[in-house]
């Protein structure tokens, strides 16, 4: 099957090791401005819903909290074992979803429907089985051949019977936190979670037929080494997961408080780090694993590989997703939505959602209207974060420039990383090579206008490697 050892060259990581955004979204959040508010989101969903061929939707819904805290953590989520605050954040979920669908025509399908946070399974399954419902009762959804329904699971908090009802609900995909299953490293990152807890769900994901797993692990936490990650990887691969997501750990404890919690005396050496990441690619590789971008992985025959395949693949704020065409809609606390060439965040704070919901407005805390510039280097950075390569001719056509022209910057930037063998540049085109595809961040931020005026504010993103 594949062979990934040749995206692995260690003296280019270490070289290139250099905080970035991870392109979730361009422009990234930071650039995004309080002047964007509510009637700007109306505006925006208006315009969308004038389209000659109605766009779908994808509905993103945060469930914030979580029973203990996890110390590499730096999602926006609220420690409680207190389980009637689920019940009355769901109350104002349920008026925000009914603003929400009230923006658009019913003629605009549901395609995709995500659950994240924090714990999504802090609710009972009975509530998240009626939050389908609701959701449901105000939008339009697809049938069920296109719809992907998934969700983000806590092994540790979850019966297989759970997932049975989940299934029942209308999910049929599953994305479970594992990190790493070395007692010790479970130990300094306060997740106590057994190998037996997370392979019985990932059985029943497969009993009561959900069509994709993903199980996410996380290299360069503290007290990790090369035989317990390896071990770890292992375990993971004899579940045979349908995607896999190795992120690398950023440790950023200014930024995010549970991380001053962890000893820094207990993280991996950069070259041990470096070791844990070439033993994952080994392993996925022999295992037949595709490498899709950034830190994701999936079997050959697994929709995000096939969309890979046929040029369709799509990253946002959930990540790598096959739904290229549809407008985002956020839910909940933080929940980021793109609607049109539009970004909007609710606030990352509960008092201040729960406030706006209570007031009967949008919560819009942030947002930004993107520029004509904004959308063709959306464009082009999401050409290269899905594909690794670029066609200078199309990319012209679509925004009616002369590429080369228009970035001849960003083209300038690119020559040392040619000269690195990073990327091939041709006059009609780029590519990445297969060095080069472990770094499209850095290649991607040759294209990134707000970079300059980021990287000179305080550091805000994570390291590329």
């Given at each position: 099957?594949?062979?990934?050892?040749?995206?692995?060259?260690?003296?280019?990581?270490?070289?290139?090791?250099?905080?970035?955004?991870?392109?979730?979204?361009?422009?990234?959040?930071?650039?995004?401005?309080?002047?964007?508010?509510?009637?700007?989101?109306?505006?925006?969903?208006?315009?969308?819903?004038?389209?000659?061929?109605?766009?779908?939707?994808?509905?993103?819904?945060?469930?914030?909290?979580?029973?203990?805290?996890c110390f590499y953590c730096g999602c926006n989520r609220i420690i409680t074992r207190d389980t009637a605050r689920g019940a009355a954040?769901?109350?104002?979920?349920?008026?925000?979803?009914?603003?929400?669908?009230?923006?658009?025509?019913?003629?605009?399908?549901?395609?995709?429907?995500?659950?994240?946070?924090?714990?999504?399974?802090?609710?009972?399954?009975?509530?998240?089985?009626?939050?389908?419902?609701?959701?449901?009762?105000?939008?339009?959804f697809a049938a069920p051949a296109r719809l992907d329904c998934s969700i983000e699971l806590d092994p540790r908090f979850i019966t297989p019977d759970d997932v049975g009802a989940l299934a029942a609900a209308g999910f049929?995909?599953?994305?479970?936190?594992?990190?790493?299953?070395?007692?010790?490293?479970?130990?300094?990152?306060?997740?106590?979670?057994?190998?037996?807890?997370?392979?019985?769900?990932?059985?029943?994901?497969?009993?009561?037929?959900?069509?994709?797993?993903?199980?996410?692990?996380?290299?360069?936490l503290p007290k990790q080494s090369l035989a317990g990650f390896s071990r770890t990887l292992d375990i993971t691969l004899e579940a045979r997961p349908d995607r896999l997501a190795i992120y690398s750990y950023a440790h950023l404890p200014s930024m995010f408080r549970p991380q001053q919690r962890i000893n820094a005396e207990d993280l991996p050496s950069p070259e041990v780090k470096l070791g844990l990441l070439q033993c994952a690619i080994d392993k996925l590789g022999e295992a037949g694993y595709v490498y899709i971008g950034m830190d994701h992985f999936a079997l050959p025959g697994d929709s995000l590989a096939q969309a890979q395949q046929r040029g369709d693949l799509h990253r946002n704020f959930m990540g790598y997703t096959t739904h290229a065409e549809s407008d985002l809609v956020g839910l909940g606390v933080s929940a980021i939505s793109h609607?049109?060439?539009?970004?909007?965040?609710?606030?990352?704070?509960?008092?201040?959602?729960?406030?706006?919901?209570?007031?009967?407005?949008?919560?819009?805390?942030?947002?930004?209207?993107?520029?004509?510039?904004?959308?063709?280097?959306?464009?082009?950075?999401?050409?290269?974060?899905?594909?690794?390569?670029?066609?200078?001719?199309?990319?012209?056509?679509?925004?009616?420039?002369?590429f080369t022209t228009y970035f001849a910057d960003a083209l300038q930037r690119l020559r040392?990383?040619?000269?690195?063998?990073?990327?091939?540049?041709?006059?009609?085109?780029?590519?990445?090579?297969?060095?080069?595809?472990?770094?499209?961040?850095?290649?991607?931020m040759c294209f990134d206008r707000y970079l300059p005026t980021a990287a000179a504010s305080t550091p805000r993103f994570s390291r590329t490697v």
């Open positions: 099957m594949a062979n990934l050892s040749s995206l692995f060259d260690p003296d280019l990581l270490r070289r290139y090791d250099t905080p970035g955004p991870r392109y979730t979204s361009y422009p990234t959040a930071p650039q995004f401005s309080p002047g964007f508010d509510e009637s700007d989101l109306r505006a925006m969903a208006a315009t969308s819903n004038g389209d000659p061929i109605p766009r779908p939707l994808s509905l993103y819904l945060h469930i914030p909290f979580c029973t203990s805290p954040y769901l109350t104002r979920l349920y008026r925000e979803v009914a603003m929400a669908s009230a923006l658009f025509d019913r003629d605009r399908d549901v395609e995709q429907v995500h659950f994240g946070g924090g714990t999504p399974n802090f609710l009972t399954p009975a509530q998240i089985a009626e939050v389908m419902d609701v959701l449901r009762r105000h939008f339009s049929n995909r599953a994305s479970l936190g594992v990190q790493d299953f070395d007692p010790e490293v479970q130990r300094a990152v306060n997740r106590i979670q057994s190998v037996e807890q997370t392979l019985a769900i990932i059985d029943a994901c497969r009993t009561h037929g959900l069509q994709s797993v993903n199980v996410d692990l996380i290299y360069g609607i049109g060439p539009s970004f909007s965040q609710n606030p990352r704070d509960l008092g201040s959602w729960e406030q706006a919901i209570d007031q009967g407005r949008l919560p819009v805390w942030r947002g930004m209207r993107l520029e004509e510039d904004d959308v063709i280097r959306a464009d082009v950075i999401q050409q290269l974060m899905c594909h690794g390569t670029l066609d200078y001719r199309d990319l012209g056509r679509r925004h009616v420039i002369e040392p990383l040619q000269d690195d063998g990073l990327v091939e540049l041709r006059p009609d085109g780029l590519q990445a090579t297969s060095r080069g595809r472990m770094l499209l961040r850095i290649i991607a």
